[in-house]
Structure formats: C-alpha cells, structure tokens
C-alpha cells in the first residue's frame, strides 16, 4: 500500500469524521482487524468498499489527490508533507476559481439532528457547475465552527467570496 495514499484516505477520514472506527465500521461495514490489516497492506476491500474509501474525495479532489500521490513518488522528499501539500492545494485551486468568477461557495448545512458545539466544524464547498448533470468540479473543506460568525458576516455572495480568498487557505490548512 501507497504511505502518501494512506496518509491522504485517514486525513480525510478524521476531517469527515473524526474517528477510523466511526469510518471503518459504520461507513465501510469492516471490523477492526480487517480495517488494520488494509491499512498494513495486507488485505484488500471489495470493489465496493474501495468505492466507499474514495467517495471520501469529490471526483476533483481524487484526482488532485493521485497527483500529490505521483509527486511524493518522482520526489522522495515530498512523501512528508504530502497531506499537507494537498491541503493547500485545494485552496490555491478554489482561490483560482473563485477568481475566475466560475466558482460558486457555499455552507452546507449540519444533517438533521446534529448538534453543534465547540469542537463542531462547518462545511465550505466551492465548485463550478458546467450545467452538466454529474460533471462539476467539486471542493470541500471543514472548518472549525468558530469561523462561522465570520463567514455569515459575509452576507452577500461577493463578500463571502472575498472571505474565501482572504481566509481559506490559512483557516483549512491550519486546523
């Protein structure tokens, strides 16, 4: 098993979830000792479950994953910070399409029944539709909730742009 692959599916497990075992249990249907022998490369998923581990990457953010993934392996160095290099990469992109003008930023709502806290995150997409059912380029990033009083400062479209382009890079790569 690739280590920056690996690196990258619990970086995005722990941001979309918060736990492996939430993940590997709930999500995937696997039990502890299968979810550790994958992670060891020793045992390998279903067609289906993989399918499962890459739905935790929008279509964009899996290819800019396999990216990172080919960089790390040109550039030894690079298999260190790998995580960290895709983090910012997802903010340099949605800077760039934010602008663009092409890009569209939103808050996604918590499900039903989710209770916010302190140690809650919001969700921020930033996307381009191209008016094509199941062809837009997706970008998601999970903020800590304290930023949201200053996201929902940003009333109007242009002024929550301007705080994404201001503040996303350092809020998403930070936390």
Known sequence: MNQVYLDLVLNAIIEQYRSEKVFYEEILGADEASWLAFKQGEYTFSAE??????????????????????????FPEKRHTAVAEYREMKTIVARKWIASGVAEVSLIPHKNGEKQTARD???????????TWGYNDILSFR????????????????????????????AYTSS
């Open 49 to 74: 479950t993989n399918q499962k581990i890459k739905n935790l990457f929008s279509d964009y953010e899996w290819m800019l994953s396999q990216k990172v993934i080919r960089q790390a392996i040109l």
């Open 121 to 131: 995150f919001i969700d921020l997409r930033v996307s381009i539709d191209y008016q």
């Open 143 to 170: 903020l800590p909730a304290h930023m949201q009083s200053q996201i929902e400062t940003a009333q109007k479209q242009t002024a929550l742009l301007d705080w994404v382009n201001e503040n996303l890079t350092e």
